[in-house]
């Protein structure tokens, strides 16, 4: 592994200072020094990287992601993927976002029960490229419930997109298998979804439910996370001490104040690009924005973003992913998420960039190594030719992607020239 300088970088380091000229040395896996000038270090063997005033950044994480849904426009077209074919899409999607600057993600469920476990440990072994990956389970739903696809006629249960749990003792059954199949957390449904049939606004588990999955998951560390677009499933989330919240689109004041009180442990991820596409740009697959009305997704998109609007407001960490993965919203347009809190929540550029960098580190439970360009943190950095804080839009364009390192090694290689014996080099299109 080679020993790396950045040098004339203009370094946003995630900590919500403005940016500033400087260099950042990465030896090994981590970032050993950072100066606030220009040709301070002297180092001897290093590949020199001259960015010519290019961006300089933490990698992003994606809160909310579902590599295991193959851009297809509905639940059952995901789950009837055979499981050879789907593991090798895994692989492949999770590339594309490492492409796209997303060094980490945060797995929200998987459509077979293993193939997000799978995928993390060949991420992990370095078999194939791909981010540090927190693995999820499938959505454990209820009978009739987001996720149930079961048939009368067909008695498979596998078959089913969910992993359908009734009462308490299933629900530890279900707990304890995922926990044997080696996933970091357990995704559990507590609000419908329109496009399966169900309101968004209804709350299918009981609390002894809902406690019973919890109590599994803490007993052997893990986190559990839920799909809780209703108000109730909202409040749900904070009785039980759910801390990773998807959605969370309808609020009453009660809600507000639960989130608040708990902000220094809950994360919430709305799925905006969902709600939004969903209701205006999926008529190509049958849902016409009259149709998405009628269903109740641009009531559900009103409520969301007055939602998070209060929610930002009161200080709890918003990060961006959502359900990326389905025809209208293909993996890798995944930083459109940093456009809408921009466009339609109201926060700064620098909040944007903050929600996908500082707050990813800390939703990836490594605050103390991610997320932050940080002596001592772990070099996962993006070199980005223009300026995120004038138009977020620029993370958008795989082309504006000059450099992505993680783990201090590169998996977009910066182009260069004139290599010599000090791996001094130069980028070839700034010579």
């Known amino acids: 592994m080679?020993?790396?300088?950045?040098?004339?970088?203009?370094?946003?380091?995630?900590?919500?200072?403005?940016?500033?000229?400087?260099?950042?040395?990465?030896?090994?896996?981590?970032?050993?020094?950072?100066?606030?000038?220009?040709?301070?270090?002297?180092?001897?063997?290093?590949?020199?990287?001259?960015?010519?005033?290019?961006?300089?950044?933490?990698?992003?994480?994606e809160a909310h992601t579902h590599f295991a849904w193959n851009d297809q426009p509905s639940l059952s077209a995901i789950q009837m993927?055979?499981?050879?074919?789907?593991?090798?899409?895994?692989?492949?999607?999770?590339?594309?976002?490492?492409?796209?600057?997303?060094?980490?993600?945060?797995?929200?469920?998987?459509?077979?029960?293993?193939?997000?476990?799978?995928?993390?440990?060949?991420?992990?072994?370095?078999?194939?490229?791909?981010?540090?990956?927190?693995?999820?389970?499938?959505?454990?739903?209820?009978?009739?419930?987001?996720?149930?696809?079961?048939r009368p006629h067909l008695p498979y249960p596998e078959l089913s997109f969910g992993c359908v749990a009734t009462g308490a003792d299933e629900m530890r059954k279900v707990a304890r298998t995922?926990?044997?199949?080696?996933?970091?957390?357990?995704?559990?449904?507590?609000?419908?979804?329109y496009i399966a049939g169900s309101s968004a606004e209804s709350s299918p588990f009981t609390d002894p439910e809902i406690a019973a999955l919890v109590e599994e998951a803490r007993r052997h560390g893990k986190r559990v996370a839920a799909h809780a677009r209703s108000c109730e499933s909202i409040k749900q989330c904070i009785r039980h001490g759910i801390e990773v919240i998807y959605h969370a689109s309808f609020t009453d004041d009660e809600a507000l104040d639960l989130l608040e009180a708990n902000k220094h442990r809950v994360f919430v991820a709305p799925g905006l690009a969902w709600l939004i596409n969903t209701s205006y740009n999926a008529s190509e697959y049958g849902i016409t924005p009259e149709a998405a009305k009628a269903m109740g997704y641009h009531r559900e998109l009103e409520h969301a973003i007055e939602s998070m609007k209060k929610i930002h407001k009161r200080g709890v960490r918003i990060l961006p992913g959502g359900d990326y993965g389905f025809a209208w919203i293909k993996h890798g347009t995944n930083a459109r998420d940093l456009e809408?809190?921009?466009?339609?929540?109201?926060?700064?550029?620098?909040?944007?960039l903050i929600s996908a960098t500082r707050y990813g580190g800390e939703m990836m439970m490594r605050p103390h190594e991610l997320g932050q360009v940080?002596?001592?943190?772990?070099?996962?950095?993006?070199?980005?030719?223009g300026d995120p804080l004038a138009d977020i839009r620029i993370l958008q364009d795989p082309e504006r992607i000059l450099a992505v390192m993680k783990d201090g090694e590169f998996h977009k290689t910066p182009a260069i020239r004139n290599a010599r014996s000090t791996s001094t080099s130069r980028w070839a299109a700034y010579a």
């Open 2 to 61: 080679a020993n790396v300088l950045f040098t004339n970088v203009r370094i946003f380091d995630g900590s919500g200072t403005q940016p500033y000229h400087g260099e950042v040395l990465v030896e090994g896996k981590r970032i050993t020094r950072i100066a606030r000038s220009a040709r301070t270090f002297h180092p001897g063997d290093v590949t020199v990287i001259d960015g010519a005033g290019a961006f300089l950044m933490p990698g992003m994480t």
């Open 81 to 150: 993927m055979p499981p050879e074919e789907h593991i090798l899409w895994c692989v492949r999607v999770a590339k594309r976002y490492l492409d796209m600057g997303w060094t980490s993600c945060v797995g929200a469920a998987t459509a077979k029960a293993r193939l997000d476990v799978v995928l993390r440990n060949t991420i992990d072994a370095g078999e194939f490229p791909g981010p540090r990956y927190l693995a999820a389970s499938q959505e454990i739903t209820t009978i009739g419930g987001l996720g149930d696809e079961t």
């Open 178 to 193: 995922f926990i044997k199949y080696g996933v970091d957390s357990l995704k559990i449904n507590l609000s419908g979804e």
């Open 340 to 352: 809408y809190f921009v466009k339609y929540l109201g926060f700064s550029t620098m909040e944007a």
């Open 374 to 385: 940080k002596e001592g943190y772990l070099a996962d950095m993006l070199l980005i030719d």
